[in-house]
């Protein structure tokens, strides 16, 4: 018998990999595909470069700004139903609840990376390996 699969194991006993691997390709690809037809100009721009990046596996940190308005969160549910209708994981953070709430499976960066609230500086994210971060 073959040993087994360790990252198959740890995907299906973290809570978090479970709830994020549940997303239903096929519908994430529909969602994309009806919001990518609408991006802007800039958006699709902004929606290319972060693509890329994850293709090439590069990594890379990107912040989006703009007025209330500006279609951010437009951006950010494109870029999420087209990583998710690949069955990848995404992670949607944002500094409030409230935007938080505006991200299919958003929730604070605070809440998903235990980032203390009141901060010292002797203060500390105690996210260990392995973590579920449920």
């Known amino acids: 018998m073959p040993f087994p699969d360790m990252e198959t194991i740890s995907r299906a ?4 990999m479970v709830e994020e691997l549940s997303y239903d ?3 994430m690809n529909k969602e994309f595909n009806n ?16 693509m890329s990046v994850l293709i090439d596996k590069k ?10 308005g500006t279609e ?7 870029l999420s139903a087209s990583i998710r209708s690949k069955g990848e ?3 949607n953070v944002a500094s409030s609840g409230i ?21 010292t500086e002797d203060s500390i994210c105690p996210v260990i390996l392995q973590a579920s971060l449920c």
């Open 13 to 16: 006993t973290n809570p978090l």
């Open 89 to 91: 994981v995404v992670l």
């Open 25 to 27: 390709t096929e519908t």
């Open 35 to 50: 919001l990518f037809d609408s991006l802007t100009d800039e958006q699709r721009g902004v929606y290319n470069e972060i």
């Open 72 to 78: 951010k969160t437009y951006l950010w549910k494109t």
């Open 59 to 68: 990594g890379g940190v990107y912040f989006v700004y703009g007025y209330g």
């Open 99 to 119: 935007a938080s709430l505006l991200l299919e499976g958003g929730r604070t960066a605070h809440s998903r990376f235990l980032i203390p609230i009141n901060l």
